[in-house]
């Protein structure tokens, strides 16, 4: 069966210093990957996407950036963090099957707090 | 911007009744999905359907979908305080990613 480990749970961070979020896939080959912001009580907001090794796509400008270094590995980055970057982050996959959008499964989430 | 809206925002009811929570979205879609978020963890997929199905069950959930109004409803029967959660409706349009509404939040009172 498949899995999706993301971690660490819990992540309180200065202003200004870098980041590193890491999300692994189990059970199944070459997934789409997803990266998701959660602010309190809202919504997903979709960060970064990638459909391979070394694909991403940007969603939304800002401080962060992702890599696909395997095919089951997606990694959130910020070389520099800001307090506006603080939220509930969150990892998914889904199987690639052209332009539909099947279902996603998500991590269990990381909280940042950027103090 | 959002493509679906979730309505109620909140929703409070007693273990037993039934919950209904209505999505609304803009443009056409190729499928709707429901999730559901207890607090501070990952999403969990419920149930899809697609733009050509009208109802589909999973045990005590129903969805239904009106491309016509562009809206979905989920109804959770016989609820429990196990359902407390949050609900997402998330928004399939061709050529882009899903897109998730703001949710609703769903206390059920033993």
């Known amino acids: 069966s498949q899995t999706i480990h993301q971690w660490p749970a819990t992540l309180v961070q200065p202003v200004g210093s870098p980041l590193s979020l890491e999300c692994t896939v189990e059970?199944?080959?070459?997934?789409?990957l997803y990266w998701y912001r959660q602010a309190a009580g809202r919504g997903l907001q979709l960060l970064f996407y990638?459909?391979?090794?070394?694909?991403i796509s940007s969603e939304v400008p800002q401080n962060l950036s992702a890599s696909r270094p395997q095919d089951r590995q997606f990694i959130l980055s910020s070389k520099k963090l800001l307090l506006s970057d603080s939220g509930f982050y969150l990892c998914?996959?889904?199987?690639?099957?052209?332009?539909?959008?099947?279902?996603?499964?998500f991590g269990s989430g990381t909280q940042l707090s950027v103090l | 911007s959002q493509q679906g809206e979730e309505d109620p925002q909140a929703l409070s009811i007693q273990e037993g009744e039934n919950a209904t929570m209505n999505c609304s979205y803009k443009?056409?879609?190729?499928?709707l999905q429901w999730y559901r978020q207890n607090s501070g963890r990952g999403l969990v997929h419920l149930i899809l359907i697609r733009s050509n199905e009208r109802e589909k069950h999973s045990g005590r959930l129903r969805v239904t979908l009106d491309t016509s109004k562009k809206s979905s409803s989920l109804l959770i029967t016989a609820s429990r305080a196990a359902d407390t959660a949050s609900y997402f409706c998330a928004t399939d349009q061709w050529g882009s990613r899903l897109t998730f509404g703001e949710g609703t939040q769903l206390t059920v009172n033993p």
């Open positions: 990638s459909v391979g090794i070394g694909q």
């Open positions: 443009t056409s879609i190729n499928n």
């Open positions: 059970g199944t080959s070459n997934p789409n």
């Open positions: 998914a996959w889904s199987v690639s099957r052209g332009a539909t959008n099947e279902k996603l499964f």
